[in-house]
C-alpha cells in the first residue's frame, strides 16, 4: 500500500445516498454503523465518515485530501477549498438543499427588512450573518441545536432552517420570506493535494465515475427495428444525447438503431416511433453514461 | 396546465402494485400515505386514490375520465365504460382474482344448486346475484363488511370471496364449490372522455406504455456470438418475440446476434445454443417491450 | 407430470442467498416461511428444503437425487457424492466460510499441539477429530448446540467454529490459531442418480444456469463509440472476457464497441479509454454470463 | 360442556382494547390473528370475532346471546337489542367516537340546510338518513367503502365520518359542521336470551367484572399514617369513592388509613395531606374497583 | 467479593422467560445479546448464559454450582444432579413442554409397535432411544439438527419432537401418537455444591424467591369491607390460599377484610361477595406470595 | 385559563424517561412526535419540548418559568437558576450521566497534564475550557457536532464525551483519563418566576409528586401475618424506610405487619421472616411514596 488518498464522506442523512452513489459508480465501501474510517474494495482509498458541517475544516486542515460535503457547510465555515465538480443529489430526492428564512404563517414579517432587532434560531449562524449583513439587517442571533422549527413564535421571531421540498414547513404552519441559498454535494479537495500528480488523477478518476453514475440515474437504453426509409425522420426526432448507433439487419430493408435517452422522453417517443413504423422497441436500464 | 387527463388509480391492496407498473412505465407519482391527490412527474395527470370499488362509478359519473380498476367491481356495479385494456397484474402475484362459491370443507353442499334458500356472505352482492340468478338459485344474500372467511360455517352457510392463490382457503379448510368469476385491473375510460381528441391520444400512449412494462416483466434480452454456419439453426429454435438482430463480427466467420426471450425459456435454450457453438452468451434485463 | 429430479436446497442462513441465486438463473421458487417442499415454475423440480448439515446425509441414502450444501458439511458427514460444481456464494458476502481453530486472545496456547489433552467445544466434531488425527494431537471433544464462540475460557480451553469475516471473533476477543478448512457451497449428486440420462441433463443445465447468474454478478456490460484509428489500442486495453462486438457505425469514420468487463475494472479503464478517444461510453447491467 | 354463552366480541380497531379489558376484568381470550372463534381460560363461554358493523344483526337474528359493539352500529342497524352496559372505553383514548358532519375548512357549507341537494358520502348511510330526515333535508348518499376523508371536495360536497379526537380532520383542513352522534361500546344482549336465567346471571357476572375493570382504570389505592387529631380534617378531604379504613396503630396516637381515589386527584390532594400531618403515603395500583 | 456462586440460566428460548422470573423474584440480570457471562444487582452471583442442553451436563461436571433447565435435557443427559425445584414456567405459556412421537395425520403408524424397522428423526436422540427400549420396538433413529416436523413423511416414518400447545403440529397435519415425556424447568444443583453450607442457603433463598414469584402470577390481592354479620358466611367462601386479614372500621358495624386469591376466582367470587352485602371491593395486583 | 405555569421538558434521549416519570407522577402528557407544545391533563401547565443543552437559557431569559435539564448543560451555559431539586433519572439506566476526557487505549497520553498543546474535540466546550483551566493546561478546543467517540486519535488527540456505562468507550478500544462532571437531571426555576405564590406552590407540588414517583421506582409493600410473639424481633430487622403498621386478626394470638421496603431488601429478609415465624407474606408494588 504504497500511495493512499484520505477521502472524507459525510455522516448523517447524507450518508446512505452517498455511499449508494459510489456503489452506483463502482466503488464498494464497507461501513458499519458507527464507524468512522470504512473499508472498501479500492485499496487506494482511505476513508472517513465525518458530519457534513466539519468536514470543509478537516479538507482544509489538511486531515484528508478531499471529500464530499455540501456547499452550504463550505460557505458556513469560509475555507477555501479546490471545488472539483457538483455533484446533484441529495438525502430523499434530487433537489438541492435550501436555506430558508422562516416565521410563522400569520406573523406580520413579510421582509428580511422586518427582522431589524428581532431573534432568529439557526444551525447556520455563519450563513446567516453574512445573508444579514449583506441585507442591511442588525438582529439577534442564536445557535440552535436542533428542532429548529418548532422555536417559532414561542422562543423566536424567525429561524433560518434547511428544506428539500418543503412540505415540513407546511406541516409546521410556516411561511418562507426568503431563500439565502441552494446548494448540492461538491467534490472538494485540499489545494495542496490535488497539486500532488498521484493524488490529482486519482480524484479526477473517482469524480468521472460519480458524475458518470448520476447521469445514468433517469436515463435508459433504447433499441428498435426500423425499415430504412425511416431512418432520417426516426434520427430527426430522437434526442442527441449520445451518437445513436444505426445496423444492418438480415432483411436488408431494415436496420437496428440504439440510443440513450431520458426516461422522462421515453413515454412521449416511443408512440411516436411507431407512429414512424418502428418495431421491436426494448428499453434497458443504465448502470454509467459517460459522455 | 392548459388541459388535464383525470385519471383515479385503486387505493388498498392494488396501490402499490399500480403505483410500481406506472413507475416501469415511466411515470413516477409522487404519493404520500392517505393523500387522494397525488402529485407525478407528467403534469398532464390529474390523479385520484380511490378505492377499486368505487372507481367505475365515479368514472361513469363523469368525475373522472379514466382510470384503473378489477373488471370485477365494475361487473358488480353494471357501469358501461369504454375498455382500453386488460392489464394482467395483481397484488401480490401474476394471477387474476377469483371470485369463488366456497364452503367448509365438510359441508354437505356440492353443487351451487344445494344453496337453494341457504345464506351466503359476500362483499360482491351484486356479482353473486347474477350468478344466482342464471343459476335459477334463490338464497339469502347478506353483505359482508370483511373477514368472510372465518364466517362459515357458524353464521352462513357458503361465501362468495376473493381468492388469488387458494392458499388462505385451504389455511381455513374451505372448500371452493364454483367459480364465478376472474378479474384483472383493466383500464376504463369514461365513453365521453375518450370522444376527446386530446384525452384519448394521452390515454392512448399511457396504456402503451403501462403495457410496454408488462410485457417486459418476464423478458430478458440476449445476445450470443456465433460461427455464421450456426446462424440458420439457431434462428429457427430462437422465439420470435423480435427479430433477432444479426450484426457483423470483426472475425469475419462470426456474427453477432441479440434477441428478447422469456426468462423462463433462456433456462431451457442456453444450453441449447452452447450445443450449436454459441459463446458469449449474456443475458440483461428490459425495462420495457413495444413489439 | 412424468419425470421428476429431487434436489435439496439447504434451510436456513444460506437459504435466502440459494433461493436468490436461483432466481437470477431464472428458477422461481415459492417457498413459504417454514415449509420443507416449496413449489416453483419449473415442473420438472421437486424441492425439498433441508439443513445444510444434513443434505449430504439424504443425498448420499438417495432420498434426494441432488443438492446444494457446504462442501465441510460433506466433508463432516464423510460422504461419497458426485461433485458437480463449486458455487461461490455465500449467507453475507462472497467469502468461503471458514472452520477455524479459536482461543482467547490472552491464552497461552499458540499452535495445535499445545491442545494437547485440552478440552475444545464444536459444531463439527468429524472436521475437528480428522484435523486433530492429522495433527497427532489428542483432545477432548466436546459437541456444542450453539453459542460455542462464547464457551472460551470459561467452559472450554478452544473451540472450533465457522466464520466469515473474522469480525465476530474479534468483537469476542478470540485468536485464530489455524485454519482447519475453507468451504464454498457446491452441487452434489447422487452417483446413481447422476448415471440417469435425464436427472443427468437436467444437473447440468441447471449447474450451468446457476454459474451463468454467479458469474454476472460482479460483470457489467460497456457499450462505447470509437473513431477507428483508435480500435487497435482499445481493443488491447479491454480485458478478453469475453469477444468484443465491434460494428459499423453510419458516420463512416466510427465504430460501436461492445464488451463484458468486471465492474471493478470499469472504474479503472473509463477514464483510459476517454484517453483514447472514445464516446457515449455506457455502462449497462448483466443477468447472466455464460462464456 | 352443559351449557355455554355466545359472546360476540368486535374484530379490527376496537379489538385489541376490548379483549385487552376482558383480561383485566379476569378473562384471558386467546385470540390467533384472524381467528373467527377464538378459545378462553372460562369454558362458558364460545366466542365469535366478529365486525363491529354486523354484531348487532348476529345478536338479533339469535346467532349469538350477546356482544360488545358501538351504540352507533346498533343505532344504523335499527335493530333492537337489550341494553346492559355502556363501556366507556374507545380504540385509542377513553373519549367517545363521534360521528360528525364534515366539509372543507374553505366550503360554503355552514350549517347542514346548506346541504339540500348535495352530494354526501359516508359508511354510515342509516345513521345519516335518520339524520337528514329529522332535520327535513333532502340529499345525495352515497355509500363510502372507506378513505372518505379524501373525498371532499373533489367527489362529493361533504362526508359524514368518525373521528375521536378530530386531530385526523384537521390534518386534511376539514371543518366540523355539526355532531350527529356520539357512541360508545355497549354490551347488548338478545332479549329471549336474557330471558334464560343461566345466561343472565352470565351476563350480569361479566358486565359487572368489566365496569369492575373500567372503573379501576384512573384509580389508585393511597394508605397513610396519621396522628389521630387530623382524622378528621383528613376524612373531610378525601373524596368518598370507597368508604376509608381507619386502624389503629402500634403508637396509640396515630392511624393507619387506606382509601381509594382518582389518580389525578392524587397530585392535588397528596400535598394538602403532607401538611395535615400524615406521613408515610403510599400510593399503589389497582386492578378492578366493584363500589 | 469472597465467595460466589456459579448458576447456570437457560439460552435461546427459555432465556427470556426466565430473566423475567428472576426479575420478578427481585434479581435484576444485565444481559447483552451474545454474553455468556451477564452481571447482575447481586454480587454473589456469578452467571453463566448457556443452552438448556448443555446446562446438565456442565453442573453435572462441576463447571457450575446450579442451574435452570429443563427436566427433559437433564433426562436425555442422563446426569445424575440434586433437584430442588420444579419451576412451572414455559417459554411462552405455563404449560409443560411435551415430547411426543408424531406421524402424518394419514399414517398408517397408530401405536408406537408399529414403529418396529422404521425411520425416526429427532433432537432427543436419548429420550426416545429410552422409549423405544422400554416399549420393546427397535427403529433406525437419526438426529435431527432442526426443522424436525417437516421431515415426515419424505425423509423418515415419524418424528419425536417438542411441543406446548400442539398448534404447530396441527398446522402441519400431524398426528400425536403417544407422550413420551413432560416436563418443566427445575432448578438443579451439583450434589457437591449443595453440601456446602454457603452455597445452599444461597441457593434455598433464590429457590423461595422463584417459587414466590411464580406463585403470585395469578394471583391477586382483595379487600372489601363487610356489615360484621357478613363475616362468618364470607369466610367460608373466601378460598384459604392465605388467612384473611379482618380489621375493625371507624363504623363499628362494619369490618375490613383482606386475602389473596386466584384471579380466575375473583371473577366468580365477586359477585357472590356482593349478594352477601361486601361493599367497595377492590383488586390489587401482587408481585410474590411465600405462604 | 387564569394563570399557566411555563415548563420546558427535554427532548431528545431524555425526553422518553422524563415523560414516563411525569406519567407516573399522576401527569399525562400527550406529546406528538416533533411537536414543541404538547398538550397535558393538567391544564395549568404550558409545556414546551427544547433541547436539553437549551432549556437553562431559556429558563433564564424568562421565555418559561421553569424546567427539568441537565446540571452538566447549566453549567455548561454558566447561568445562574433556582435549583429546587435533584432527580436521579437517566436515559436508559438510573446512573449519572458523566463527563470524561477520553483517549485512545494505547494513547501515551496519561494525565491531563499531558494534554498541554493537544487537540480536544467535544460538544461541551464550556465545561471543558473550565476544566483546563483548573488544570492550568492550555490546549485546542474544537466543538464537535456528534460521533465525537470515532474523533480519536486520527482527528484530534482526545475528547471530553459523555457516557452511563462506558460501555461504548470499551467497544471503541478508548481509555477514560479523567472525569470532569457527574449529572443528573435537575428540576430549575428562574429566580423572579419561582418568587410568584402561585407559581412556587405549583413548582413545589410537581417535586413533589416527581419525587415521590422516583421514590417508589425500587420499592414494593410487604404484607405478612406474625405471631404476636415474633412481633418485636420482626421489627427489628424491617428496615425503617415507613413505619409500620401493625393490625390485629380475628386470631388473636396473631396480627398482621405491613411495611414498605427496598426491593433488592425483599430478597434478603423474606427468607429471615419466614425463619422468625412469618407466614402468608406477600409483596405488591407501589407507585409512589412520599415519606
Known amino acids: 500500500m504504497s500511495q493512499q488518498l484520505k477521502i472524507a464522506l459525510p455522516k448523517g442523512s447524507l450518508q446512505e445516498p452517498t455511499l449508494s452513489l459510489f456503489e452506483k459508480a463502482g466503488y464498494n465501501i464497507y461501513s458499519s454503523d458507527r464507524g468512522l474510517r470504512p473499508s472498501s474494495d479500492d485499496s487506494d482509498l482511505d476513508i472517513y465518515m465525518i458530519r457534513a458541517q466539519e468536514i470543509g475544516r478537516y479538507i482544509d486542515q489538511g486531515f484528508v485530501d478531499c471529500g464530499i460535503t ?7 465555515n469560509k475555507v477555501d477549498l479546490e471545488d472539483l465538480a457538483e455533484l446533484p443529489y441529495s438525502r430523499a430526492s434530487t433537489r438541492p438543499t435550501r436555506w430558508v428564512l422562516v416565521v410563522p404563517e ?42 429548529t422549527e418548532v422555536k417559532v413564535p414561542d422562543l423566536v421571531d424567525a429561524i433560518v432552517d434547511v428544506t428539500e421540498t418543503g412540505s415540513s414547513l407546511r406541516a409546521n404552519k410556516l411561511r ?38 448520476l447521469e445514468a440515474r433517469d436515463k435508459v437504453g433504447l433499441k428498435l427495428n426500423l ?7 426516426v434520427l430527426e426526432i430522437l434526442p442527441s ?14 436496420v437496428a438503431v440504439e440510443t440513450v435517452i431520458c426516461e422522462s422522453i421515453a413515454r412521449q417517443i416511443i408512440p411516436d416511433l411507431k407512429v414512424l413504423g418502428a418495431e421491436g422497441i426494448i428499453e434497458f436500464p443504465l448502470n454509467k453514461i459517460v459522455p
Open 70 to 76: 455540501g456547499y452550504d457547510w463550505v460557505y458556513e
Open 241 to 254: 444525447l449520445r451518437r445513436p448507433t444505426v445496423s444492418p439487419l438480415a432483411d436488408g430493408d431494415w
Open 106 to 147: 400569520n406573523s406580520e414579517i413579510q421582509t428580511v427588512q422586518d427582522l431589524e432587532g428581532k431573534r432568529i434560531a439557526t444551525e447556520g449562524v455563519g450563513i446567516t450573518e453574512r445573508y444579514l449583513a449583506e441585507k442591511g439587517v442588525s438582529a439577534k442571533l442564536e445557535f440552535s441545536w436542533g428542532a
Open 227 to 233: 425499415p430504412k426509409s425511416a431512418l432520417e425522420p
Open 176 to 213: 418562507i420570506v426568503d431563500e439565502l441559498l441552494q446548494s448540492f454535494p461538491h467534490f472538494y479537495a485540499n489545494p495542496n493535494a490535488y497539486r500532488d500528480d498521484w493524488k490529482k488523477e486519482k480524484m479526477d478518476r473517482i469524480v468521472m465515475m460519480l458524475k458518470g453514475a
